[in-house]
Nanobody, 118 residues
């Protein structure tokens, strides 16, 4: 079992930045990542990082977000710059075998809300 706890969400104006954190009880899966879900929409992958440190990003990010971990691999970060109103949603930390799709995730955090106002 992997326990994930997110923090760092909040409300910002468009163009602002936030950094999300996810504390993991342990990292035993192939990857960890971030997903988001806007009201009325499906949950979508935002960024992932393999246990070898290789990051992957959703195409729609256009280089605005950066995923990283601490040296111990116990904290997952998502640095979000140039935020847009369409980035608004609940952001979930995830761990699993493939972090590019919901079906590849085995463990979920409880989520942290990000709200971007125009």
């Amino acid at each position: 079992q992997v326990h994930l706890v997110e923090s760092g969400g909040g409300s910002v104006q468009a163009g602002g930045s936030l950094r999300l954190s996810c504390a993991a009880s342990r990292w035993t899966t192939n990857c960890m990542g971030w997903f988001r879900q806007a009201p009325g929409k499906e949950r979508e992958a935002v960024a992932g990082i393999s246990k070898y440190g290789v990051p992957t990003y959703a195409d729609f990010l256009q280089g605005r977000f950066t995923i990283s971990t601490d040296a111990a691999g116990k904290i997952l970060y998502l640095r979000m710059n140039s935020l847009k109103p369409e980035d608004t949603g609940m952001y979930y930390c995830a761990a699993g075998s493939y972090c590019g799709i919901v079906a590849g995730v085995r463990f979920w955090g409880q989520g942290t809300q990000v709200t971007v106002s125009s």
